[in-house]
Structures are given as structure tokens and as C-alpha cells.
């Protein structure tokens, strides 16, 4: 059964967001509820896949489950990471077929999805690219006010709620705060108010 948390939901809902970080042998999940243009917390959970000893029957058991968690929660948009390139070639050909397995199960809803890279990811969490996944689930529990005893030990499930919390502020951002900004460094100096500064550089090594 796979490890999760949730948090009661409001009774009126504006939007929701469901984020997925693939993974061929523990994929993360996350559920945004976005009410008065503040996101709050709905669950986050891991689906292991170790079990199963067939590539085949864990693309099977993700697709299900992420039909399974759409059918639950009722997501408006998908926002799921990217896989991002690494020197193991058929560790990237499973992942990518994750990652594809559980779009389509998206797709077969019609939901919405947007892929958003890593590095965009933590940036939009930490405003530091090459944060580390501790510090991306420790930025999660603040800004999302989730108390310490309910933040799981797989960080698989805070990376999925990175994904939907990143898209929730690249849709959500009013086009007038970029005006005039070319880059990050540029970006981050003319709105000091909106990324949150971190100062550790260890790079996320992780491919599953």
C-alpha cells in the first residue's frame, strides 16, 4: 500500500493540481487545492513499484494508480517533472516511459498537462537550481505550513509536490512581474519579494 498524508479539504474548491515525479521504482505524488489564489495541501504520497519484477507490470500499476488518484481528487491540471538526461541510457528509456504511462492516464480524463524540468522546479521552490531535494521538502513544509509529524520520509512525494506547487506559480504569476526581465538573475533582483533565497548548492543526483 503506498505511504501518503492528507489533509482535510475546504468544502468550495477553485482549482486543483495534481503533480507527479515519475519514478520506475517509487513514484511521488502531490495534490494542490488552490482556494482564494492560496494553494493549501491535499495529500502527497509514494506508490512503490519494487514489488512488481516486471518493467511492464509497473508501468501497469502507475497507470492505474494514477487513473485512481484523478478518479479520487478530481484535478483540474496535471504538472508532472521532466525526465532530465543522465549517462544510463535504458535508466532513462523506463523512466521516460513513467513518465509517459502517466500522462497518458491524464490524457484518457482530459486533464491538462504541463512538464516542467528539474532544475525549473527547484528554482520556482527555493530560487536555487541545484537545491537539494531536503531542501525542497523543507521550503514545501513552510510555505504550504505542513506540520513536521506529517511530512513523509520519501522525498519522492514532497519532488510531485514541487511540480504541482511550481505550476501553480508559473500559471498564476501576472505577466507584469516579468515585465522587463531577461533572466533569473534579472528577475530575482527587481522582485527581491517573491523568490526565496537559498545558499546551499548540492545538485540533485537522484535517477530512478
Known amino acids: 500500500m503506498a505511504d501518503k498524508i492528507s489533509i482535510n479539504r475546504p468544502t468550495q474548491a477553485e482549482r486543483i493540481i495534481i503533480g507527479i515525479d515519475p519514478g520506475t521504482h517509487v513514484m511521488g505524488y502531490g495534490v494542490l487545492r488552490v482556494v482564494a489564489n492560496k494553494p493549501q495541501l491535499v495529500t502527497m504520497g509514494v506508490i512503490e ?3 512488481f519484477e516486471s518493467h511492464y507490470l ?4 502507475i497507470y492505474e494508480r494514477v487513473q485512481g488518484l484523478i478518479a479520487q481528487y478530481l484535478p483540474d491540471e496535471m504538472a508532472i517533472e521532466a525526465p532530465f538526461f543522465g549517462k544510463n541510457v535504458q535508466s532513462m528509456l523506463k523512466l521516460g516511459r513513467a513518465q509517459g504511462v502517466a500522462m497518458a492516464a491524464a490524457l484518457s480524463r482530459d486533464i491538462p498537462i504541463c512538464e516542467y524540468a528539474p532544475l525549473k522546479i527547484k528554482m520556482a521552490i527555493t530560487g536555487n537550481g541545484q537545491a537539494s531535494k531536503e531542501q525542497v521538502a523543507e521550503m514545501l513544509r513552510r510555505t504550504l505550513n505542513i506540520p513536521q509529524e506529517n511530512m513523509l520520509p520519501q522525498l519522492d512525494a514532497t ?5 504541482a506547487l511550481c505550476h501553480y506559480y508559473e500559471t498564476s504569476r501576472p505577466i507584469s512581474t516579468t515585465r522587463g526581465a531577461t533572466n ?3 528577475f530575482i533582483a527587481k522582485n527581491p519579494d517573491k523568490v526565496v533565497r537559498r545558499t546551499t548548492t548540492q545538485a540533485d543526483k537522484d535517477i530512478k
Open 58 to 61: 509497473r508501468l501497469r500499476r
Open 184 to 186: 533569473w538573475k534579472e
Open 159 to 163: 519532488d510531485g509536490l514541487a511540480a
Open 49 to 51: 513499484l519494487s514489488r
